[in-house]
């Protein structure tokens, strides 16, 4: 989900299911954000039955799409209870999602959060597993930990840091360019971006706090710069 940056969003409609193409984010808890229209006819499905679905994939690329994974996620969309600067979640959908700065503050747009009642994962062929909300759920003391810190811990690695950045696309995820800049960091990995390519870097653990995500960000530095 995190390495996402859009999804297909199923809403209802008075005469059936309704699927569409939206942009999205996450909030350090891995709840999906979606920046919406009021014009859109899946707010205003969304406005009358909350209930929605998304789906992730990483299949269509593949010269059988079967055998790809992906990820439908069911629950209640409602309207975002923090959709300002100081909340992170505009800065969040902002950094994934450049363009949108241009719309983010028209009057007829909001932010929306899904909140996640089940998942079902397909990772190819006989492998599927259904998880409830809770067992996918993220560390709620974790999440709150780094999203408070994320803007100091991004803005450090930028500013002082950025060689080990890039070294984490170069040697950790074998990503080409020169000068990778961090866009975001939560418990389970971390978001980068150069120009306009975005890829996740997951942690083998999670953070849950500045301290082990300090320790994190050193460890990954360290171990980019032995594989020179």
């Not at 350090?28 to 679905?53: I, Y």
């Not at 998942?119 to 062929?125: E, Q, S």
């Not at 811990?153 to 360019?177: E, F, P, Q």
């Not at 120009?195 to 050193?218: G, I, Q, W």
Request: net charge negative; aromatic share 8%; glycine share 6%.
């Amino acid at each position: 989900m995190r390495a996402s940056r859009t999804a297909t969003l199923g809403t209802l409609m008075d005469d059936g299911p309704y699927a569409s193409l939206v942009t999205v984010a996450f909030d350090t808890a891995c709840r999906p954000l979606l920046l919406l229209s009021d014009l859109a006819d899946h707010t205003r499905n969304v406005q009358a039955d909350r209930r929605v679905s998304l789906l992730f994939e990483a299949a269509s690329g593949l010269p059988n799409p079967q055998s790809g994974p992906r990820l439908t996620v069911l629950g209640q969309i409602v309207p975002s209870d923090a959709p300002d600067h100081a909340s992170g979640h505009l800065r969040r959908f902002i950094a994934r999602h450049p363009a949108a700065k241009l719309y983010s503050d028209f009057s007829d747009f909001n932010f929306y959060r899904v909140e996640v009642e089940r998942l079902h994962f397909i990772g190819g062929f006989g492998a599927a597993l259904w998880l409830s909300g809770d067992e996918a759920a993220v560390d709620d003391d974790a999440a709150q930990a780094m999203a408070e810190c994320e803007t100091v811990v991004v803005h450090h690695m930028n500013t002082d840091h950025a060689d080990a950045v890039t070294l984490y696309a170069n040697k950790l995820l074998g990503k080409r360019g020169k000068a990778w800049k961090m866009i975001g960091v939560d418990p389970d990995g971390l978001d980068l971006k150069l120009k306009n390519t975005f890829v996740r870097l997951n942690f083998d653990e999670p953070v849950h706090d500045a301290a082990s995500c300090r320790a994190m960000l050193v460890a990954l530095a360290e171990k980019a710069r032995s594989d020179n």
